[in-house]
């Protein structure tokens, strides 16, 4: 997923009369997005770190299946998320009651266990992506001075860097910044977070078509690594489902859909205003995902890295701009994406035990406690499991079947009220089944490839 940025909803209930004045609908200030803000959104919320391991899917799936699965992906998401879109307002798409958050629609149109399992797959979420950018962070930053080794001693130097130190000063950051209450609310975050993204994405595509301009570059195939030279049939096998888990990962934008559309003005209607936005949205990202996954794959062959940038050592500025992108744009998306997480655990306990929320000396104790707490659990499992492609993999497939197909699919259901069985129900849920199927795969093998580098890791001691 790209992760670079979120769109915070307001918390005003909504009001049943009509919009006037300065205000919309529901009592709040109007709202004043377009097609185009709504693109730009969506755009930096789907380029992130996901976009850095494409090169390495392609080369486990190959020039043929590789495009067609980013095509098909991208397919997938634009349907369920004109699906999501309409689920915005409740029984009028004009003048229905509006839902603020994903969660909220689940509520209105679902209700009951689904609420717990979106709010579960949610938080799942939110914790896994915290360990993979803790994990891509701290790899970035030893390639900067990896980079600056083999520029300075030449290439058969021994410039393997400790990612173990890094992933813990990561860590030490996010202490310190975790402790700032409404840190998700700096709209500045969002704008450095959005220009970092696409700054080392452009740089990978740039230095991906280099290197295949100017050589040497990989040995490439129709369908990928090749069983008995680059891999065994088993790996193979797990592999090219691990890459699908990687592209799903950085599709995954619908847990911010609700959000984005939150800030369309009306008219026209905000499903079809998010409908237009999300097709120019996804063109754009999956062009620039071709570009980066088949120059990638071009550049370094069967032997792409997991994270592409790590392959690059020369021009080493660059590189080191690059690497210093994504650690600057991880440090703040480390706390856009976790702050909703950190806002529903305190609100719960404030609401059962409101003497948590006491200041003593300015400082509370709860808060301070408890996120120093979290993060250094995420902290320690980043040490524990640092496998970038297969940490990518599981996050991937755990967001992909439920956020991205199932609940749009049963919220479209009961909202047109589909008939059991019919021929609409039918396609729908075997879309989905599909697509669990894919998750279920995606999500076994990213846990045997952990397990897998289990074999010969020593905690501590990981090198890169």
């Known amino acids: 997923m790209g992760e670079g940025m979120r769109v915070e909803a307001m918390d005003i209930d909504a009001h049943p009369h009509s919009g006037h004045g300065d205000v919309d609908d529901d009592g709040k200030e109007r709202r004043t997005g377009t097609v185009w803000t709504a693109t730009a959104h969506i755009i930096t919320a789907v380029i992130g770190s996901g976009v850095l391991s494409l090169a390495w899917a392609m080369a486990q799936l190959g020039w ?6 980013l095509l098909l992906f991208a397919a997938i998401t634009y349907y369920m998320c004109g699906l999501l879109a309409d689920c915005y307002r409740v029984d009028d798409p004009v003048t ?5 958050t994903y969660t909220e629609a689940v509520e209105s149109y679902l209700g009951g266990w689904y609420v717990w399992f979106c709010g579960f797959c949610q938080y799942v979420n939110m914790f896994g992506t915290g360990i993979g950018y803790t994990i891509t962070a701290s790899v970035s930053a030893a390639a900067i001075l990896k980079s600056n080794c083999f520029h300075w001693h030449g290439h058969d130097a021994d410039c393997t860097q400790n990612t173990s130190s890094y992933i813990m000063a990561f860590g030490v950051v ?27 994405a452009t740089i990978a595509v740039g230095l991906g078509l280099a290197q295949t301009m100017s050589g040497p570059t990989g040995k490439t ?44 003005r009306a008219p026209p209607a905000e499903n079809k205003t998010m409908r237009q936005a999300t097709i120019m949205g996804v063109s754009a990202t999956t062009a620039f995902y071709m570009l980066c996954g088949c120059l990638g794959y071009s550049a370094f062959g069967n032997s792409a890295p997991g994270n592409i940038l790590t392959g690059f050592y020369e021009p080493y500025w660059l590189v080191d701009f690059a690497n210093v992108c994504i650690v600057l744009h991880l440090v703040g998306g480390f706390q856009v994406f976790l702050q909703p997480l950190f806002a529903a655990v305190e609100g719960a306990v404030a609401s059962r035990c409101p003497s948590s929320t006491r200041e003593y000396g300015g400082v509370n ?17 980043a040490v524990l499991l640092p496998f970038f492609n297969s940490i990518l993999g599981i996050l991937g497939s755990v967001a992909f079947w439920p956020l991205t197909v199932f609940f749009p699919v049963e919220m479209h259901i009961r909202q047109r009220q589909v008939p059991r069985f019919s021929a609409r129900w039918v396609a729908l849920q075997s879309l989905s089944f599909v697509c669990f199927l894919i998750t279920i795969a995606a999500c076994a093998s990213s846990v045997q490839g952990v ?3 289990l074999k010969t890791y020593k905690p501590f001691e990981t090198r890169s």
């Open 64 to 69: 043929v299946a590789g495009p067609v699965i």
């Open 96 to 100: 229905g009651k509006r839902n603020y």
């Open 174 to 200: 996010q202490v310190i910044f975790s402790q700032l209450p409404n840190f998700h609310e700096l709209w500045w975050l969002s704008v450095v977070a959005a220009v970092m993204s696409f700054s080392y």
């Open 221 to 264: 195939t129709l369908t990928g690594t090749e069983v008995g030279v680059d891999v065994d049939s088993a790996q193979k096998i797990w592999m090219t489902f691990q890459a699908l888990g990687n592209i799903a990962f950085a599709y995954s934008y619908t847990i911010i859909l609700i959000e984005i559309q939150d800030t369309l």
């Open 365 to 381: 104790v709860f808060r301070l406690v408890w996120r120093t707490a979290f993060v250094a659990v995420i902290t320690l499992a």
């Open 451 to 453: 397990f897998d580098s």
